[in-house]
């Protein structure tokens, strides 16, 4: 038996009831019975069904008074119902007939024929997603596990209930799924199932890159990256998936100096950021702050290995790999590649003598972003050598404080300088020009360098000295203060 929560069990009667009348005997299959057993939460549920998976899930819906919605797919034979929990919480429901498949060499389409719960159940991916809750009848809730699932599920092992090669050629993205519940759960694949995704791996071709990057996102998103992304190296995916990443790795010696392989030192940041935030993108960020680094790469003869610019190479890479990835082209992306451009200044911060002006064009570079940035730096370091640690760890904590104190007095944050070119084209009686530039920079400049004060009438002051000292009249000089 599977111990169920009373509104989890409310649910499955609803299902079971409804299974019972339409005489079509119900499982619940997969991730939701594997978590249950791991202690994981889990409100998505897939039933499978002897029979037609939208009808049934047509009569569960009719024993709701909300009456869900069902969606429904006929191509697929597939219906999903959503029902809001009594705390609020959405369960999502998703029924199926079951069924057996059969594929072409080239394509991931299946041909689909009705078939019992024993065939239905050995076409699924891992043993640990063929675990079922039994629905019927006198067997309500009762365990159903006849491939092993709950050993693999105990010793932490991954492993496919057919001949690996066989799922993968079936379906391809099962190979990222592998590599994706090794991370999520810190588990092993099984030494055959490995072996073969390295066989089978540039089969990976024919997936579509929105459901590559999806699996993706789970595998950043899960404990520890580095354990799917370096599954992912070591299998040959990801040379297929995300070249650019891949050729961080390595590393390289001239006159006996060599440079850090990029890539392990990446997967130290990555796992740095996931250990203090749950933000995708930042995570993203740290995947791409150094990923120029591999074309910036020189050999300075007396100096050694330098990445000069690879910050403004990487910022400019960012929109390229997101649109070649499928992530969203959008407000994420900006931040992302804004990260990716200034991850080096809060260090260089730290290796000179700072002064306030280099620390307001970082707070107005940045603007809310700060916080994260800073994340994103503390993470960067990833020196074995504590003492040395221990020092970055402290200029950064002064850094920090320096940044506070700026932002008290100043407060430059998401900062617009007070005089803008309208203003200037307006005051002067000029169209759009060089000169209107200029003389905003010139304030713009004089603000952040601490030369006037950020406000108004200041700025407006200097505003005037700069046309004045350009040869430019204002045609209604102002008397005193503006």
């Known amino acids: ?35 249950k057993l791991l202690g994981r939460a889990n409100k998505d549920l897939d039933i499978v069904c002897v029979g037609d998976g939208i009808k049934l899930a047509e009569r569960v819906a009719s024993k709701f008074a909300s009456r869900p919605k069902v969606n429904f797919f006929k191509n697929f034979g597939t219906a999903q119902i959503r029902i809001i929990s009594e705390d609020g919480y959405p369960y999502e429901v998703e029924f199926v007939g079951a069924r057996r498949e059969s594929y072409h060499p080239e394509s991931r389409k299946p041909d689909v024929a009705p078939a019992g719960f024993e065939e239905d159940m050995m076409r699924r991916d891992f043993t640990i997603n063929t675990l079922a809750l ?60 490995w072996h073969s995704i390295k066989r089978t791996a540039g089969r990976i071709k024919i997936i579509s890159q929105e459901r590559i990057i999806d699996e993706i996102n789970k595998i950043v998103l899960s404990p520890r990256p580095s354990v799917g992304f370096k599954l992912l190296f070591d299998c040959g995916l990801l040379h297929i998936i995300f070249p650019q990443m891949s050729a961080l790795a390595g ?65 400019r890479m960012v929109p390229k790999i997101f649109a070649q990835l499928k992530l969203p082209q959008n407000e994420n992306m900006r931040f992302v590649r804004k990260m990716v451009e200034l991850h080096l200044r809060p260090i260089s911060l730290t290796k000179e003598n700072i002064t306030d002006s280099a620390i307001r064009r970082l707070l107005v570079d940045a603007g809310d972003d700060i916080e994260s940035l800073m994340q994103l730096c503390k993470a960067d370091i990833t020196t074995k050598n504590r003492q040395k640690m221990q020092q970055y760890l402290a200029n950064f904590e002064w850094v920090e404080q320096r940044l506070k104190e700026v932002e008290a007095s100043d407060h430059l944050r998401n900062w617009q300088p007070p005089i803008t070119g309208q203003i200037i084209m307006e005051e002067f009686g000029l169209s759009p020009s060089r000169e209107v530039g200029h003389i905003k920079t010139a304030v713009r400049e004089a603000i952040l360098d601490g030369v ?17 000292e350009m040869g430019i009249k204002h045609p209604n000089p102002p008397s005193g203060n503006s």
């Open 251 to 315: 590393t390289e010696y001239i006159d006996g100096k060599g440079h850090k392989d990029n890539f392990y030192h990446t997967l130290e940041v990555l796992d740095n950021v996931s250990g203090k935030s749950d933000n995708l993108w930042l995570r993203w960020a740290a995947i791409l702050h150094d990923i120029a680094k591999p074309v910036t790469k020189r050999f300075e003869p007396g100096n050694g290995w330098t990445f000069h610019g690879h910050e403004v190479v990487g910022g």
């Open 134 to 193: 039994d629905l019927t009848g006198d067997n309500f809730g009762q365990l159903i596990d006849v491939l092993g699932g709950v050993a693999d599920l105990n010793e932490g092992i991954i492993r496919t209930p057919l001949p690996p090669d066989q799922t993968f050629i079936d379906d391809p993205l099962r190979m990222m799924r592998a590599i994706r519940f090794a991370s999520q759960l810190q588990f092993k694949i099984h030494h055959d199932t």
């Open 452 to 468: 006037i004060p950020n406000q108004y009438e200041e700025a407006f002051r200097f505003m005037l000295k700069v046309a004045e």
């Open 1 to 35: 038996m599977i111990e169920l929560t009373e509104e989890e069990s409310g649910l499955c009667k609803k299902i079971s009831e409804a299974a019972l009348e339409l005489g079509m005997p119900a499982r619940v299959i997969g991730g939701y019975v594997r978590d």
